[in-house]
């Protein structure tokens, strides 16, 4: 297990998957502060119960961590994990700012297609403390055939980079950005960083929920990390989880 400006590091071949494994470890007492990382994942997970197709030559990473503090300053976190992997990739790979955006809340889109996701898990230790599990998926090397929404890697768009390379550089990135987070309290300046890199603000969007949609367009995200959105006969909608696609349709029907 390798050290990391005193967060631990432990990288496995092939597992599961990273959050499944982290969340294990934190059952099983793990005081927290563990980077997860694995070459390859045979059950690798994404939001809403999909799978996340996880071959060797992406990276594939979970962050352990306790005490991350108020349950509704959580839902902040999403957008600081993006902002955290925008700068990783964007100081180690020849990408430029205007190639790479952030769409609501964490997906990266690099040329407007989806290069990453992020999937955050929380589960409690034998003391009923808090465990929160940040797993990122980056496709370096490969991407799939995402019906959701269309998916690039690095590679695709011409930019080689090493899962491990891009780790070092996220998890410097993450420990910088998680100090200045303050579990919420300095969550306003996060969110100006992130309306900088974000896209779609000022254009058409829907919100999917699991049996609805909201068609509207996107006015702005607020001081509680939420997408907030105008409707057709101007009514707001502040929405804390929903698959967001731009345009007024999600391509999947009602
Ligand atoms: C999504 O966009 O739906 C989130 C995908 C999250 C994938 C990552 S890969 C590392 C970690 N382990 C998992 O099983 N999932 C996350």
Request: some cysteine.
């Amino acid at each position: 297990m390798a050290g990391l400006d005193g967060w631990r590091h432990l990288h496995l071949e092939s597992i599961d998957s990273t959050n499944t494994e982290a969340m294990r470890r934190a059952s099983d007492g793990d005081p927290g502060n563990l980077w997860i990382t694995a070459g390859e994942q045979t059950a690798g997970k994404a939001r809403r119960g999909r799978d996340w197709v996880s071959e060797q030559g992406n990276l594939y990473s979970s962050l352990l961590i306790f005490d991350v503090g108020e349950t509704a300053m959580l839902a902040t976190l999403p957008l600081v994990i993006a902002l955290a992997l925008h700068k990783a990739i964007i100081a180690c790979a020849p990408v430029r700012e205007d190639q790479l955006k952030i769409k609501w809340p964490n997906d990266l889109l690099l040329n407007g297609k989806k290069l990453s996701g992020i999937l955050l898990e929380t589960t409690a230790d034998k003391s009923g403390r808090q465990a929160v599990i940040i797993g990122c998926g980056v496709n370096c090397a490969h991407f799939p055939d995402n019906p959701l929404y269309p998916a690039t890697s690095l590679h695709a768009e011409g930019v080689i980079v090493q899962p491990d390379d891009l780790f070092q550089h996220y998890a410097k990135q993450m420990a910088e950005t998680l100090k200045s987070w303050n579990r919420g309290a300095g969550f306003a300046n996060i969110r100006r960083e992130w309306l900088a890199r974000a896209t779609g603000i000022g254009e058409a969007v829907t919100a999917r929920f699991d049996d609805a949609e909201i068609v509207g367009t996107f006015q702005d995200m607020d001081a509680e990390g939420r997408l907030v959105l105008t409707d057709a006969e101007g009514a707001e909608h502040r929405i804390s989880a929903a698959d967001i696609f731009f345009g007024t349709s999600s391509g999947l029907g009602a």
